[in-house]
């Protein structure tokens, strides 16, 4: 199995990148519209600062490119549910938040034409890892 590790500089915003960056390319195709509500989201949280935005985002693609480099679909799976582990550890019992990362992993999904099936199945994996199913 592959290095899965994250670098130590490592936050809840790259973890959440990677998910959204996870999702874009679940069709096979990480779309300019799917980039830019990525990256607006990061500016937005970094106070405006587009090139910090580019920069984490730049990190996490890299970091889920060289996972399924190294180990295929399976391993990027697994990259994807540990990240959103992390992000369930980070924000504990507060599902509001959560739930707000959701919209935005189908804001992604949507912002090229329709959402794909495989597109789908990431967010549901992610969902089902917060035990947000039924609520």
Same mark, same amino acid.
């Given at each position: 199995?592959?290095?899965?590790?994250?670098?130590?500089?490592?936050?809840?915003?790259? #973890?959440? @990148? +990677?998910?959204?960056? $996870?999702? !874009?390319?679940?069709? /096979?195709?990480?779309?300019?519209?799917?980039? =830019?509500?990525?990256?607006?989201?990061?500016?937005?949280?970094?106070?405006?600062?587009?090139?910090? #935005?580019? @920069? +984490?985002?730049?990190? $996490?693609? !890299?970091?889920?490119? /060289?996972?399924?480099?190294?180990?295929?679909? =399976?391993?990027?799976?697994?990259?994807?549910?540990?990240?959103?582990?992390?992000?369930?550890?980070?924000?504990?019992?507060?599902?509001d938040k959560l739930r707000a990362l959701?919209?935005?992993?189908?804001?992604?999904?949507?912002?090229?034409?329709?959402?794909?099936?495989?597109?789908?199945?990431?967010?549901?994996?992610?969902?089902?890892?917060?035990?947000?199913e039924h609520g």
């Open positions: 199995m592959p290095d899965l590790e994250v670098p130590d500089s490592w936050t809840p915003l790259h #973890a959440t @990148a +990677l998910l959204l960056l $996870a999702v !874009a390319a679940a069709d /096979g195709n990480i779309d300019t519209s799917e980039v =830019a509500v990525l990256g607006a989201w990061l500016a937005e949280k970094l106070d405006g600062d587009t090139e910090a #935005a580019q @920069a +984490l985002a730049d990190e $996490a693609y !890299a970091h889920l490119q /060289g996972v399924w480099q190294k180990g295929g679909a =399976a391993a990027a799976d697994s990259a994807l549910l540990a990240q959103a582990r992390l992000l369930r550890e980070e924000y504990g019992d507060d599902t959701v919209v935005l992993m189908v804001q992604v999904a949507k912002a090229s034409p329709g959402i794909h099936d495989n597109e789908s199945a990431v967010i549901h994996s992610v969902v089902a890892a917060w035990g947000l």
